[in-house]
């Protein structure tokens, strides 16, 4: 039960999530993680099959991309395996949030994030694919939440998807068809996109940028350079957030509305409301 609740006479659960981690070899899992979670490590192949003459590589969206060695792009063609063996281990979740293993999850945010779309936010039969929002359209490519900040889904949103055709189709299609040379947060959008989900942007996940690591609203940033500076911002921001949790609100909370959304930065994440004020949550001298 949430802690905040328990206080105010509610007796809500809080919701179930299970996370899913790229990490590029064994080794410690990130420190945001306890014991009791629902976790996932996935352990990318080194070698893959070769992507058929067809495929065509993005240049345009990703440029920098095309040099990089086969290790890289084999994890980006296995990703959504492991998506569809984190619904096989976890099928009841709530939630589902997806990182990578130099992504800082902060999980008290992330708790009071999930409480409110969950009790206060979301109906029943919404779904949720949320983060830090990227618009590719003009590359051919649906927009994205870009897998570094964190990849929020509603439980039955991702189900939806491992449990129609379109998920097995879309794995076939990034290891041996058309999307061969798709990144994986492609990939992930523009299958959800078949089961009519599109991605939402949140601001307080960033996929370039842990410079507010210490804001009560941030819930994810990447990257994290090293396990002692995962370590300082977790414990910083644990300071923080019990001045502040009270300020978490249903609209903090809420997909911002594509037309306030900084869909076109990969290193901002915002979102302006209109006659809204935006709250500071004052860093821990």
Same mark, same amino acid.
């Given at each position: 039960?949430? $802690?905040?609740?328990?206080?105010?006479?509610?007796? =809500?659960?809080?919701?179930?999530?299970?996370?899913?981690?790229?990490?590029?070899?064994?080794?410690?899992?990130?420190?945001?993680?306890?014991?009791?979670?629902?976790?996932?490590?996935?352990?990318?192949?080194?070698?893959?099959?070769?992507? $058929? /003459?067809?495929?065509?590589?993005?240049? /345009?969206?990703?440029?920098?991309?095309?040099?990089?060695?086969?290790?890289?792009?084999?994890?980006?063609?296995?990703?959504?395996?492991?998506?569809?063996?984190?619904?096989?281990?976890?099928?009841?979740?709530?939630?589902?949030?997806?990182?990578?293993?130099?992504?800082?999850?902060?999980?008290?945010?992330?708790?009071?994030?999930?409480?409110?779309?969950?009790?206060?936010?979301?109906?029943?039969?919404?779904?949720?694919?949320?983060?830090?929002?990227? =618009?590719?359209? *003009?590359?051919?490519?649906?927009?994205?939440?870009?897998?570094?900040? *964190?990849?929020?889904?509603? *439980?039955?949103? %991702?189900?939806?998807?491992?449990?129609?055709?379109?998920?097995?189709?879309?794995?076939?299609?990034?290891?041996?068809?058309?999307?061969?040379?798709?990144?994986?947060?492609?990939?992930?959008?523009?299958?959800?996109?078949? #089961?009519?989900?599109?991605?939402?942007?949140?601001?307080?996940?960033?996929?370039?940028?842990?410079?507010?690591?210490?804001?009560?609203?941030?819930?994810?940033?990447? $990257?994290?350079?090293?396990?002692?500076?995962?370590?300082?911002?977790?414990?910083?921001?644990?300071?923080?957030?019990? /001045?502040?949790?009270?300020? %978490?609100?249903?609209?903090?909370?809420?997909?911002?509305?594509?037309?306030?959304?900084?869909?076109?930065?990969?290193?901002?994440?915002?979102?302006?409301?209109?006659?809204?004020?935006?709250?500071?949550?004052?860093? #821990?001298?």
């Amino acid at each position: 039960l949430d $802690p905040k609740n328990i206080r105010e006479g509610s007796w =809500n659960p809080m919701p179930s999530v299970a996370f899913l981690v790229w990490a590029d070899k064994q080794g410690d899992v990130p420190l945001w993680t306890s014991a009791e979670d629902d976790f996932l490590m996935y352990f990318p192949p080194q070698t893959c099959a070769e992507c $058929p /003459k067809t495929a065509k590589q993005n240049k /345009k969206a990703a440029a920098w991309s095309v040099s990089y060695p086969e290790s890289w792009w084999c994890a980006q063609r296995n990703y959504l395996t492991a998506v569809q063996q984190l619904v096989t281990h976890f099928p009841k979740q709530d939630f589902y949030f997806l990182a990578d293993e130099d992504t800082t999850v902060f999980r008290d945010s992330l708790s009071a994030l999930l409480q409110l779309l969950q009790y206060e936010v979301l109906a029943t039969a919404d779904d949720l694919f949320m983060g830090h929002g990227y =618009n590719l359209s *003009g590359c051919g490519i649906a927009p994205i939440v870009m897998g570094g900040s *964190g990849m929020l889904l509603r *439980g039955h949103t %991702l189900r939806k998807l491992a449990t129609s055709p379109e998920l097995a189709l879309c794995i076939k299609e990034q290891k041996e068809g058309a999307w061969c040379w798709h990144h994986f947060d492609w990939a992930m959008a523009e299958c959800l996109l078949r #089961v009519n989900v599109s991605a939402s942007g949140h601001a307080g996940f960033k996929q370039y940028n842990c410079k507010d690591y210490e804001r009560a609203d941030v819930v994810a940033c990447h $990257p994290t350079l090293s396990r002692g500076s995962m370590r300082m911002m977790l414990e910083r921001h644990a300071q923080n957030y019990t /001045k502040f949790r009270d300020s %978490l609100s249903a609209t903090w909370a809420s997909p911002c509305e594509d037309d306030y959304y900084s869909w076109r930065s990969s290193v901002v994440s915002k979102c302006k409301r209109p006659n809204s004020t935006t709250t500071m949550y004052s860093a #821990v001298a």
